[in-house]
């Protein structure tokens, strides 16, 4: 199993920066895509920024620009760096990774616990 651990929500002023960092941790496994999805009070989950393992990148239009994902293969880590944050941004944000169990050979799909990222007015 790969467990996912985030961090670095929080509070902010619309206008404000905030940077998430996630860090998987588990035996013999790969990670091929890691992502931030969040979910706001109230709705469905969203996707918000996608990574691919060669570095591609893949954004919700309504981040592109003021969001960006980035990742560490070395460290199997995934961040997300917030700026220009909206009211509309708060949402509990979760990392997602997917890749394959390798000594096992079988696909894996985890999710953090999530952290909460509120954006006042």
């Known amino acids: 199993q790969v467990q996912l651990v985030e961090s670095g929500g929080g509070m902010v002023q619309a206008g404000g920066s905030l940077r998430l960092f996630c860090a998987a941790s588990?035996?013999?496994?790969?990670?091929?895509?890691m992502a931030w999805y969040r979910q706001p009070p109230g709705k469905q989950r969203e996707m918000v920024a996608r990574?691919?393992?060669?570095?591609?990148?893949t954004y919700a239009d309504s981040v592109k620009g003021r969001f960006t994902i980035s990742r560490d293969n070395a460290q199997n880590t995934v961040y997300l760096q917030m700026n220009s944050l909206k009211p509309e941004d708060t949402a509990v944000y979760y990392c997602?990774?997917?890749?394959?169990?390798?000594?096992?050979?079988?696909?894996?799909?985890?999710w953090g616990q999530g952290t909460q990222v509120t954006v006042s007015s």
């Open positions: 997602n990774a997917m890749g394959f169990v390798l000594s096992a050979f079988r696909p894996y799909n985890s």
């Open positions: 990574i691919t393992s060669s570095g591609t990148t």
């Open positions: 588990g035996s013999s496994f790969s990670i091929d895509t």
